[in-house]
């Protein structure tokens, strides 16, 4: 897929929420600052390039915190969401961030709304057996899943290509089951825009 950005900004019309629910009960980020290296940011208070650590992170944290920016506020990689990912999955610990994404213009069909994985230091990161068992777990769910390292393209990993191929028509269904998920998948990437 072409488009590499990974930014903070949430759509207006959008609410994480929806999908996820509340933030995991107990949960911090503590002194992780992944996402204020990582992302980009462009709203009218705040802008910097993806890749480039905030004028206002400690290192450890926001040296703005109290008074930090709407964007900020409402941005949580989905750690801070779901409470199945252990606290060894906690971004700084992981060297995976796992976010949310949904671009104002999907640069592919199944980009509209999905689940993005980015091992930010090092390609290595997906390797380990916890990275493996989280994008067996997102794989689990309706929304599609891309892997990518900070300066790559981004992958599909789920659904399968077999799936994508049948929905964008460029193959036919090989089996019933092929035909049943690829329907599904079809309905869910249209609902998602
Ligand atoms: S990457 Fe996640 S855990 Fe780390 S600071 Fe950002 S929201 Fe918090
Ligand atoms: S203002 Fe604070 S919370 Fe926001 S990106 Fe910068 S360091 Fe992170």
New binding site residues.
């Given amino acids: 897929m072409g488009s590499r950005t990974f930014d903070m900004n949430y759509r207006p019309d959008y609410n994480p929420r929806a999908l996820f629910g509340e933030l995991a009960e107990g949960r911090s ?1 503590s002194d ?5 290296t ?1 992302l980009e940011v462009s709203t009218p208070e705040l802008k910097k390039p993806a890749g480039k650590t905030c004028e206002h992170c400690t290192g450890s944290g926001c040296a703005i915190y109290e008074d930090r920016f709407p964007v900020c506020r409402t ?3 989905l ?2 969401f779901i409470g199945a990912m252990p606290d060894e999955a ?3 610990r992981s060297g995976i ?1 796992f976010g949310l994404a949904h671009p104002e213009d999907p640069p592919h069909p199944f980009a509209k709304t999905y689940i993005r994985a980015m091992a930010f230091e090092d390609e290595a990161a997906f390797e380990t057996e916890l990275a493996q068992d989280l994008i067996a777990m997102f794989g689990q769910g309706d929304l599609p899943v891309w892997i990518s390292t900070s300066d790559s393209d981004l992958f599909l990993v789920h659904p399968a290509t077999e799936i994508v191929d049948v929905v964008l028509g460029k193959t036919k269904p090989k089996s019933r089951q092929q035909k049943k998920d690829a329907k599904a998948w079809e309905a869910g990437v249209r609902q998602h825009r």
């Avoid at 992780?32 to 204020?36: F, H, I, K």
């Fill in positions: 980020c992780c600052a992944v996402c204020c990582v941005w949580f990689c750690w801070r906690r971004p700084d961030l």
